[in-house]
């Protein structure tokens, strides 16, 4: 694994943290993470820094921080933390690298010294062996260093408490929720696959994150409310003590008003609309119990189902009871080479294109992307290879043109070729290219738990 230093010049230099950085660390993200210049450093940040650090994290450890000092002051400057992450494309496995938190030091700021911890980040990530990297970042920024707002990040359905509707008098309620055990771990890894499985819009997930015993483990006995992060495991009990589902609830409430909901599912076979009223009600008794950061005063008003896009917990919650809908926002993906990726889902690729009216295609297709371009070559219906192509300086023999950051959003199936071309100029697709791109990349929802 790389152990690179770089010398920045002026005594600044970048490289990757160990055990002795962590309180630097955290006063640097406690610092910067503040509301206003004003207000004292921010607590929870120290917190979170400490659970990366920990050595018990599953996804991060006390050398996973790309770093940026000042040797003259031994301030920690800059720094991006990196945890290791796997996700899914249409169930084949990638891992790629994820940014979080990400911070300067505002008195150095304008010095290349976050693209120098991002340089590290890239560089020790090709190491591994990652097809990407991600980061669910603030607007614009992150698309310096090469990515794109690529795959739904969030989407929501708000629910103001005060709109539930109550059980009948003296009506038992037939669902009730408790706190989940390391006892229940193999059924909420059970329904956890079934969510992030579930037919979204007429057609299964795309892009989705999978995890194992031991990061279920950790959101169970190792995270805390002092970090804010992840969520807390409540079981769906049936009224014969049945365990039929689970709720994941924000570990904190980030404004008095709102709990977050992250994930909820049920067993085949139970209704969502007998489960959903009751579940609801236990939450809004649960809600005033969820401890709020920053610490403020004020009672919760509304339950937000952050569940993406789409959602049977939506359909089920029907129109009434909804009183707002977010969009998603999107994960910042870079995908440093886009030749490589492709040939990594080949699999994917040739069934879609084996299911459409092009079955059996022989021919090909070359993709200008400007700075660079791709060239995927079928025969017989396979893909027989697929290799950076650039257009050359007389006679145009491409059949499609993306600038090279957009063609992520049909590639992830955020958008489809027509909303891009309808978005962008300097998208285009000549007729049969055009076939080929909406047989291999159709527009496709994804959900992507963030994983802290």
Known sequence: MSTTTKDLGNGLVARWSTTADQERIAELFSHVFR??????????????????????????????????EDTRSGMVVAATAVMRQRWEYAGVPFTLSRAEPVAAHEEYRNRGLV??????????????????????GIPYFYRQFGYEFAVDLGG????????????????????????????????????????????????????????DHDHWRWTLTGQTADAGEGWNTR????????????????????????????????????????????VLRALRAIA????????????????????????????????????????????????????????????????????????????ELKIDFYKGGLRMVFEQGRIAFIEPWQAPIYGDESGAG???????????????????????????????PAMLLNILFPKQQSWVLPLD
């Not at 004003?38 to 920990?54: C, F, G, K, L, V």
């Not at 990530?125 to 990297?133: I, K, N, T, W």
């Open 35 to 68: 509301r206003s210049a004003d207000d004292p450093p921010n607590e929870r940040m120290i917190a979170y820094t400490r659970h990366q650090m920990s050595g018990q994290h599953p996804l991060i450890g006390p050398n996973d921080v790309a770093l940026v």
């Open 115 to 136: 693209r120098a911890t991002f340089d590290l980040m890239h560089a020790r990530s090709a190491e591994r062996g990652d097809l990407a990297q991600c980061i669910t």
């Open 156 to 211: 929501s359905r708000t629910v103001m408490l005060a709109a539930i509707p109550d059980a009948k008098e003296g009506q038992a309620e037939p669902f009730t929720l408790r706190d989940a055990t390391l006892d229940d771990l193999p059924q909420i890894r059970m329904l956890y696959e079934r969510e992030r499985s579930r037919p979204a819009g007429g057609s299964p997930i795309l892009v989705s994150a999978p995890f």
């Open 235 to 278: 079981m769906i009990v049936r009224a014969d003590e049945q365990t039929v589902g689970y709720v994941l609830t924000g570990r904190v409430r980030w404004s008095p008003e709102k709990v977050r909901v992250l994930g909820m599912m049920v067993e085949p076979g139970i209704p969502l609309t007998a489960v959903v009223p009751p």
């Open 288 to 363: 005033p119990t969820i401890p709020v950061i920053p610490r403020k005063e004020g009672e919760p008003r509304a339950l937000v189902f952050i569940l993406g896009a789409s959602h049977p917990v939506y359909d089920a919650l029907g129109r009434d009871l909804i009183a707002h809908s977010e969009p998603p926002y999107g994960w910042y993906v870079r995908v440093p080479d886009v030749p490589l990726f492709l040939r990594h889902i080949r699999a994917v690729l040739e069934r879609r294109l084996a299911g459409s009216f092009l079955a059996g295609y022989t021919g």
């Open 402 to 432: 993306f600038p090279p950051l957009v063609f992520l959003q049909l590639l992830f199936g955020r958008r489809s070729l027509d909303e891009l071309r309808a978005w962008h100029d300097d998208v285009w697709a000549d007729d049969e």
